[in-house]
């Protein structure tokens, strides 16, 4: 079966967009994987009226809501592959599963790359974390720190101290003087010793220890990590992939659409900086943007 659009990853982004276009009483398969971003944190926070829900509940209301529409099929799987044939897309999934689609929206998120610090992955999402307005309120005035990765920790740094007293763990690396001065000014501290492990009971976090012994206070640690695309598709299909601050991310003009007519990219692997708010809103803009090329061609 040909379905007006396949979407690759029933995340935030991808079911925001099969609402709009099954609203719209076209076919709509999602494939996912069912392992979305964010699913290590236990809450969800700055997204208009679920502010502190658990975003394992707003996707699973969303799904079951989306999959009471009849023009709407959702399959649990792996898209492994995609390629365009004519005037469609079909995409393979891993039990080998073929779907053939006239638009094809990839909203399959992104892959965080963690340092391998002892004490720090199994804290990822609880109290070691990404963005201050996602988890910066719930540690207001508490001991903060972030983790140097690149330059771009240091502004992190400045702006983590705005919900507490900071401390920038350079880890090793150095520090430029002029962004010294700057992290001062701001009353932000530094530590140059190398970390060694996170320390405290279970995935709460009461201190950092570095080289030689010593340990420092800190209650939430901030990394700004690497990422990846978490599917090989995008090369696949041939889009433009740019280069984003902290990885990888699919090129994609106002309406969503990639380098590839037809071709939409929504969320993460599209944007950045990231939340949910932003995930849903590019979500229905790549639907939306889809109904109509189908409309309009």
């Known amino acids: 079966?040909?379905?007006?659009?396949?979407?690759?990853?029933?995340?935030?982004?991808?079911?925001?967009?099969?609402?709009?276009?099954?609203?719209?009483?076209?076919?709509?398969?999602?494939?996912?994987?069912?392992?979305?971003?964010?699913?290590?944190?236990?809450?969800?926070?700055?997204?208009?009226?679920?502010?502190?829900?658990?975003?394992?509940?707003?996707?699973?209301?969303?799904?079951?809501?989306?999959?009471a529409y009849p023009s709407v099929e959702i399959l649990d799987g792996e898209a492994v592959q995609a390629h365009a044939e004519g005037d469609a897309f079909r995409v393979l999934l891993a039990g080998g599963t073929e779907l053939a689609a006239s638009k094809l929206i990839l909203s399959f998120g992104l892959r965080d790359i963690l340092p391998e610090i002892p004490g720090l992955r199994e804290r990822w999402g609880k109290t070691v974390l990404h963005c201050p307005y996602c988890h910066g309120f719930e540690f207001s005035d508490r001991a903060l720190g972030v983790l140097y990765r690149t330059p771009m920790s240091v502004?992190?740094?400045l702006l983590i101290a705005e919900w507490g007293p900071t401390t920038l763990y350079l880890n090793g690396a150095d520090l430029d003087p002029a962004d010294a001065e700057t992290l001062a000014a701001r009353g932000v501290a530094v530590e140059p010793g190398t970390v060694t492990r996170l320390e405290g009971d279970g995935t709460a976090?009461?201190?950092?220890?570095?080289?030689?012994?010593?340990?420092?206070p800190v209650e939430a640690l901030y990394i700004a990590p690497q990422s990846c695309?978490?599917?090989?598709?995008?090369?696949?299909?041939?889009?433009?992939?740019?280069?984003?601050?902290?990885?990888?991310?699919?090129?994609?003009?106002?309406?969503?659409?990639?380098?590839?007519?037809?071709?939409?990219?929504?969320?993460?692997?599209?944007?950045?900086?990231?939340?949910v708010s932003w995930a849903v809103a590019d979500g229905v803009t790549a639907g939306t943007s889809a109904h109509r090329a189908l409309v309009f061609g």
């Not at 829900?53 to 999959?67: E, F």
């Not at 976090?205 to 420092?216: K, Q």
């Not at 990639?258 to 969320?267: F, I, K, L, Q």
């Open 155 to 157: 502004h992190q740094a």
């Open 1 to 67: 079966m040909k379905h007006d659009a396949v979407i690759v990853g029933g995340g935030f982004a991808g079911l925001a967009a099969a609402t709009y276009l099954a609203r719209a009483r076209r076919s709509v398969c999602v494939i996912d994987t069912g392992q979305p971003r964010n699913r290590f944190a236990d809450a969800s926070h700055g997204f208009l009226g679920q502010d502190g829900s658990d975003p394992r509940h707003i996707l699973g209301t969303a799904r079951a809501q989306l999959a």
């Open 229 to 275: 695309l978490s599917s090989p598709l995008a090369e696949q299909l041939g889009v433009a992939i740019e280069d984003g601050p902290f990885g990888p991310l699919i090129g994609t003009d106002e309406s969503k659409m990639t380098s590839v007519p037809g071709v939409y990219a929504a969320g993460d692997i599209a944007r950045a900086p990231h939340s």
């Open 205 to 216: 976090l009461s201190s950092i220890a570095l080289e030689g012994d010593h340990h420092r």
